[in-house]
C-alpha cells in the first residue's frame, strides 16, 4: 500500500462518520423542507410556519437570548481567561473547576436551575428562612416572562460560558510574550495591553468561540422548555413541537432551515467583522 494514502485511510472513519450523521441528515430535512408528501417541489411548509401564531415570538425569544446571552458570555470568558492566565498556582484546579458545566447536559442544568427556582425550590426556601417571604413564590409562571427569562438567561451563563472559556485560554497561550515585553517597555498600562495586544491578536479564537456559541444559542432547547415550557416559545421547540405534537414533519424541516439560514447569516458576519489577514496572524 502506498504510504501517501495512510492520511486519507486514518481520516475515513471520520468521513463517513460525517457522511452518515450530518450530510445524510441535513440533505433528508432540506429536502423535506420544500416538497409536500407526495414529493412535490412547493413552499407550503413554510408558508405554515409563517402563519404560525407562534413563529414570530420564537423568533424573537431566540435572537433575543443570543443577544443577551452571547454578549455576557464573551466578556465573562475574557476576564476569566486573563484571570487563568496569570495565575501561577492553582491554574489547573481552576479552570478544572470553572469547566464542570461542560460536562452537564442542557436538560441537566434546566433541572438543576428548576430545582432552584421552583415555588418548593431552595430559593424560596432560603427567602422563607430567613423573613424576607411569607411563603412559597411562584416564580417561573406566564405572570412573569421577565423572571422566566432571567431564569433562562443565568442558566445559560452558567452552563455553557465554560465552552468560550476554552477556547480563550488556548488563544492566549498562543499570544507571545514578547509582545507583552514591547509593550510594557512602551509604557502601556494593562488597559491599553488589553486593547491592543490580547483582543487583536486573540480574533481568531474570539471569532471560532462567537460562531460556536451563537450556533448553539440558535438551537437551545432543553433549558427553555424545563424553566420556560409553552410560556417561552423558542425556535428549536418549534421545531420538535411540529416533528413530534403536530406530527408534520415538512414544518418541523421548515424551522429546522430557519435555523440553518439564521446560523449561516451570523457565521458569515462574524468571519466578516472577526477576519485576519494571513499576514497579520501569529
Known amino acids: 500500500m502506498n504510504i501517501k494514502s495512510y492520511p486519507y485511510i486514518l481520516i475515513a472513519p471520520s468521513i463517513l462518520f460525517l457522511l452518515a450523521f450530518f450530510v445524510y441528515p441535513f440533505i433528508e430535512v432540506f429536502s ?168 487583536p491578536l486573540l480574533r481568531p479564537s474570539l471569532q471560532t468561540a462567537l460562531i460556536l456559541r451563537t450556533l448553539l444559542a440558535f438551537e437551545v432547547f432543553a433549558v427553555v422548555m424545563i424553566l420556560g415550557g409553552t410560556n417561552m416559545p423558542v425556535l428549536m421547540g418549534e421545531a420538535f413541537n411540529w416533528a413530534f405534537s403536530y406530527r408534520d414533519a415538512g414544518a418541523a424541516a421548515a424551522y429546522a432551515v430557519v435555523i440553518l439560514g439564521l446560523s449561516v447569516a451570523f457565521t458569515l458576519f462574524y468571519l466578516k467583522v472577526l477576519h485576519v489577514p494571513k499576514e497579520a496572524q501569529i
Not at 492553582?90 to 479552570?95: A, E, P, S
Request: charged share 15%; with cysteine; hydrophobic share 55%.
Open 32 to 199: 423535506q423542507a420544500f416538497t409536500t408528501s407526495n414529493g412535490e417541489i412547493t413552499l407550503k411548509n413554510f408558508d405554515t410556519i409563517f402563519n404560525d401564531f407562534n413563529f414570530l415570538p420564537s423568533l424573537k425569544n431566540t435572537l433575543l437570548l443570543a443577544l443577551v446571552v452571547v454578549p455576557v458570555q464573551l466578556c465573562m470568558a475574557i476576564g476569566m481567561s486573563l484571570m487563568i492566565s496569570k495565575m501561577k498556582k492553582g491554574r489547573d484546579t481552576v479552570l478544572y473547576i470553572w469547566t464542570i458545566p461542560l460536562g452537564i447536559s442542557d436538560l441537566a442544568a434546566g433541572i438543576i436551575w428548576l430545582a432552584l427556582l421552583d415555588q418548593n425550590g431552595f430559593l424560596n426556601s432560603f427567602l422563607f428562612s430567613v423573613g424576607i417571604i411569607d411563603g412559597p413564590e411562584s416564580w417561573l409562571n406566564y405572570n412573569n416572562p421577565v423572571a422566566i427569562f432571567a431564569a433562562i438567561v443565568f442558566a445559560e451563563i452558567w452552563r455553557a460560558t465554560a465552552i468560550l472559556l476554552v477556547i480563550l485560554v488556548s488563544g492566549i497561550g498562543l499570544i507571545p510574550k514578547e509582545y507583552y515585553e514591547a509593550a510594557e517597555i512602551f509604557g502601556a498600562n494593562a488597559w491599553v495591553r488589553l486593547w491592543k495586544v490580547t483582543l
